[in-house]
């Protein structure tokens, strides 16, 4: 069964930097295409960052995160994580990481994937 747990999640102050991290157990997450996506109060999940393949660093951010935020594969530690930088209070959200096969992801839609963690809080204070 598949199992993915987010972590970093934490209050921080605006122009703050927190680190997510999403962990997978029992496969090898490199194998997958991740992506973050992030739900804020009375609004609809919206997609943060994902990356597909392995083969390649190729990333999509949506335009409100670009320059701050960084995607990144640490096989490792069989985690995929979000950079977070100088973070804004509009950046708070419940941050979730979501998992499939790369053939079945063409772009950083929620829809695309099936797996998915039970989220980490980010709160930016002002």
């Known amino acids: 069964q598949f199992q993915l747990v987010e972590s970093g999640g934490d209050l921080v102050q605006a122009g703050g930097s927190l680190r997510l991290s999403c962990a997978a157990s029992r496969f090898n997450l490199d194998n997958y295409a991740v992506g973050w996506f992030r739900q804020a109060p009375g609004k609809e999940r919206e997609a943060v960052s994902c990356?597909?393949?392995?083969?390649?660093?190729?990333?999509y951010y949506t335009d409100s995160v670009k320059g701050r935020f960084t995607i990144s594969r640490d096989n490792a530690k069989n985690t995929v994580d979000l950079q977070m930088n100088r973070l804004k209070p509009e950046d708070t959200a419940i941050y979730y990481c979501?998992?499939?096969?790369?053939?079945?992801?063409?772009?950083?839609?929620?829809?695309?994937?099936?797996?998915w963690g039970q989220g980490t809080r980010v709160t930016v204070s002002s």
């Open positions: 990356i597909i393949s392995s083969r390649n660093n190729d990333a």
């Open positions: 979501a998992m499939d096969v790369p053939s079945v992801v063409h772009g950083c839609e929620s829809t695309e994937f099936h797996y």
